[in-house]
């Protein structure tokens, strides 16, 4: 497999940094919930481009793009109600603490917290989610794009952020999805998570070296 094509860091003004800050968002979203009409609606006219130029995303993100054509809103919520909340057991845990330490609400969720605290962040008291869930993770690296408050949203947090909280283990939970027979457009999702992870991860390692 060829190297991923990083993604080029740029000032918080710039449009390509703007163009990752959503896509963070709309991972996020599509992790966290069943999409709703308005969004399949968009996804049945996206571009099946991928967002970024690089080999390393087009696939993934025409598959997605497929997936989400190709399916319904009923077929979209049955899927993720098996995988992610089943009777008992679900199929796949969305939570850092799972992949981390082998156990829901574990330490790794109050070292995340800690970090949270230390950016001024605090979870939405009507969540239903705990802050290690893969939708709230993706959702603050956005903010630390795209938000205004330069002294936290900057590349030092997010490269921060980013190597102790989405590299550690949001490709293993991508990997436990694409196992999953039942998978559809959440083994798309992943895939594509997964390659935009690794092109995230790459671009951090450039950064540093």
Not at 99 to 108: Q, R, S, T
Not at 109 to 118: E, F, G, I, P, S
Not at 183 to 206: C, I, P
Request: with cysteine.
């Amino acid at each position: 497999m060829n190297a991923p094509a990083p993604l080029n860091f740029a000032s918080t003004d710039d449009s390509e940094e703007l163009a990752r800050a959503e896509l963070y968002g709309l991972l996020s979203r599509l992790w966290l919930a069943p999409p709703d009409a308005e969004l399949l609606a968009q996804f049945g006219v996206a571009v099946t481009q991928a967002p970024e130029a690089g080999g390393h995303l087009e696939a993934p993100w025409s598959a997605l793009v497929a997936a989400l054509r190709a399916t319904t809103l009923e077929a979209a919520a049955a899927e993720h109600q098996a995988l992610f909340h089943g009777i008992g057991k679900p199929e796949v845990f969305a939570y850092g603490s799972f992949y981390l330490a082998g156990f829901l609400n574990e330490k790794p969720l109050a070292v995340l917290r800690d970090d949270l605290r230390a950016l001024g962040l605090t979870r939405d008291a009507e969540s239903l989610e705990t802050e290690d869930h893969v939708a709230y993770i993706l959702e603050v690296m956005r903010y630390l794009i795209a938000g205004d408050e330069v002294e936290i949203c900057n590349l030092e947090q997010q490269r921060r952020f980013f190597r102790a909280h989405v590299q550690s283990w949001v490709g293993d939970l991508c990997s436990a999805v694409e196992a999953q027979p039942r998978a559809q457009v959440w083994r798309a999702l992943a895939s594509f998570t997964g390659a935009f992870v690794q092109v995230e991860t790459q671009a951090f390692d450039m950064l540093e070296s």
